[in-house]
């Protein structure tokens, strides 16, 4: 059949009124709804799906720098003080994501410090860190601070392992600050499938 360029438009506009008709219909007996009910499930579940790899990830990378610490400190000599106890968590820094790291004694006194550009702090700049830091790593091996602001607006979180002699007598704890912003660009490093 051949329709001339009149007859083309006017069959082309009724197929548009007729398609927009039946959408509207549609419209008006809810049909839209199990579509977006099924639009709006599929982007819940990715985003679920999202949040499940993204703590995949940061369980990963905590896990990681919790067994580096124990590593470190299993390593320790029997003094705490030692020079070669130094020179090893001095060595952790090469971590980006370990901020500040340090050793304390049984009182939470810091005997050791160093930040990531190196610098060891004398006695008067160390702190005594709190006793739940020292009682939760000393029980359950590992402890987390809450996350904290520094004097330079950088949210701190500070995890801590117990040092223990070749005897098994209890010496103090190993810890490092991590960094939120190093955190973040070191995860952002690691795929989850």
């Known amino acids: 059949i051949s329709m001339h360029h009149g007859e083309q438009r006017i069959f082309a506009q009724s197929v548009a009124y007729l398609i927009i008709g039946i959408l509207l219909v549609g419209i008006n007996f809810g049909w839209y709804i199990p579509i ?5 499930t599929n982007t819940a579940n990715d985003e679920v799906r999202a949040a499940e790899r993204a703590g995949s990830a940061i369980n990963s990378f905590l896990d990681n720098k ?7 400190a299993r390593s320790f000599s029997d003094s705490i003080l030692a020079t070669e106890n130094r ?10 994501a370990f901020n500040r790291v340090f050793i304390a004694d049984v009182d939470g006194r810091e005997v ?8 060891i702090f004398p ?23 809450e996350v904290y602001i520094t004097e330079r607006f950088e949210p701190i979180v500070t995890i801590a392992v117990p040092i223990f002699s070749s005897s098994g007598e209890y010496l103090g704890i190993l810890g490092a600050d991590l960094s939120a912003k190093n955190t973040l660009d070191s995860i952002k490093e690691i795929s989850i499938d």
């Open 36 to 40: 977006a009910n099924i639009l709006r």
């Open 66 to 72: 919790v067994s580096n610490l124990r590593v470190i």
């Open 87 to 96: 020179a090893l968590a001095d060595g952790l820094l090469r971590e980006p």
């Open 112 to 119: 050791f410090v160093a930040d990531r550009f190196r610098t």
């Open 123 to 145: 006695d008067e700049y160390a702190q005594v860190r709190e006793p739940r830091l020292l009682s939760e790593s000393r029980e359950k091996g590992v402890s987390f601070s």
